[in-house]
């Protein structure tokens, strides 16, 4: 959705949105994230329709009034969190610090002390970008992988961003060797796990979901440890960046579906916590639908 957005919007838009969000204290952009949230939602039918469609199956249980107001308020959410993506790089590191809660911080020394570089997974929840912010902010390296946008100027400004915020950027269309050399450099790589794919099918809120084994089959490969991390919002520009212990990594015939499963799963714990700060409108059970799974 995001990307269809932005090929609609051009250059010349994006530019002007940007300056003029970058000049607005973080409640006041964040207010105005809200209200862009909730036209899209009035006039964005398709992706309305899938992000309930969505909530019936992770949650038969709640009443459809329930899933109404959440579909709302993800679409709130991912307003917020645009805005807050293009003020990258307005902030200072003393400011990303003092606005984040870090919970889980022994399971990243544990992973920094094995010395052989990590996998972040995470997905589109919460703040993805704040944690590679905070990474940064804290004196650590990361570089990320990031699926191009159509246009090639929307594409540059996307990538000066989240270079303003200090991260390195990889282009997801030839990222497998990137992401080994970051490995032996002993450097760490943010990899988005939750988009709909066709490697292997695991569960997801308790259905099957076709999802990608990148993160498993390098993880095995290169004995790099694959750390779950997000960042959870807590108000106008406050976060808390919790990190979980390192995905086991077993042996055996079955152990990238094990670790990809294992990855799902401690995703889907993340977003029952905090449901309306996930993708919902992303067509996630897609290849698992064609595939005659649902």
């Given at each position: 959705?995001?990307?269809?957005?932005?090929?609609?919007?051009?250059?010349?838009?994006?530019?002007?949105?940007?300056?003029?969000?970058?000049?607005?204290?973080?409640?006041r952009a964040e207010a105005l994230g809200e209200r862009f949230g909730m036209l899209a939602f009035r006039v964005d039918k398709k992706h309305r329709q899938r992000t309930v469609q969505n909530l019936e199956l992770a949650f038969p249980e709640w009443s459809d009034?329930?899933?109404?107001?959440?579909?709302?308020?993800?679409?709130?959410?991912?307003?917020?969190?645009?805005?807050?993506?293009?003020?990258?790089?307005?902030?200072?590191?003393?400011?990303?610090?003092?606005?984040?809660?870090?919970?889980?911080?022994?399971?990243?020394?544990?992973?920094?002390?094995?010395?052989?570089?990590?996998?972040?997974?995470?997905?589109?929840?919460?703040?993805?970008?704040?944690?590679?912010?905070?990474?940064?902010?804290?004196?650590?390296?990361?570089?990320?992988?990031?699926?191009?946008?159509?246009?090639?100027?929307?594409?540059?400004?996307?990538?000066?961003?989240?270079?303003?915020?200090?991260?390195?950027?990889?282009?997801?269309?030839?990222?497998?060797?990137?992401?080994?050399?970051?490995?032996?450099?002993?450097?760490?790589?943010?990899?988005?796990?939750?988009?709909?794919?066709?490697?292997?099918?695991?569960?997801?809120?308790?259905?099957?979901?076709?999802?990608?084994?990148?993160?498993?089959?390098?993880?095995?490969?290169?004995?790099?440890?694959?750390?779950?991390?997000?960042?959870?919002?807590?108000?106008?520009?406050?976060?808390?960046?919790?990190?979980?212990?390192?995905?086991?990594?077993?042996?055996?015939?079955?152990?990238?579906?094990?670790?990809?499963?294992?990855?799902?799963?401690?995703?889907?714990?993340?977003?029952?916590?905090?449901?309306?700060?996930?993708?919902?409108?992303?067509?996630?059970?897609?290849?698992?639908?064609?595939?005659?799974?649902?």
């Amino acid at each position: 959705m995001a990307s269809k957005i932005l090929d609609a919007v051009g250059v010349p838009a994006f530019d002007v949105a940007q300056r003029f969000i970058v000049r607005r204290s973080d409640d006041r952009a964040e207010a105005l994230g809200e209200r862009f949230g909730m036209l899209a939602f009035r006039v964005d039918k398709k992706h309305r329709q899938r992000t309930v469609q969505n909530l019936e199956l992770a949650f038969p249980e709640w009443s459809d009034a329930q899933r109404q107001e959440t579909a709302k308020n993800v679409f709130r959410h991912f307003g917020r969190m645009w805005v807050q993506f293009m003020r990258n790089g307005s902030r200072s590191k003393e400011t990303i610090q003092a606005a984040t809660t870090v919970v889980g911080l022994e399971h990243l020394l544990a992973a920094e002390s094995e010395g052989k570089g990590i996998l972040f997974v995470t997905g589109h929840f919460g703040n993805w970008e704040w944690i590679g912010q905070w990474l940064v902010a804290t004196g650590r390296k990361l570089t990320v992988v990031q699926r191009d946008a159509n246009q090639s100027g929307i594409n540059d400004r996307l990538t000066r961003l989240r270079e303003a915020g200090g991260l390195e950027v990889m282009s997801r269309g030839a990222a497998a060797r990137g992401i080994l050399a970051c490995l032996r450099r002993k450097e760490s790589v943010g990899l988005l796990i939750d988009q709909n794919a066709g490697d292997v099918f695991v569960p997801f809120f308790g259905k099957p979901a076709g999802t990608v084994t990148g993160p498993a089959v390098i993880g095995g490969r290169t004995g790099a440890p694959i750390v779950p991390g997000y960042a959870i919002r807590l108000g106008p520009g406050r976060y808390q960046v919790e990190f979980l212990p390192k995905i086991d990594e077993p042996e055996g015939d079955d152990q990238v579906e094990r670790v990809t499963a294992a990855i799902n799963a401690n995703l889907e714990a993340m977003v029952r916590r905090y449901p309306d700060q996930w993708l919902w409108m992303h067509d996630r059970w897609k290849s698992a639908r064609q595939a005659g799974m649902l």
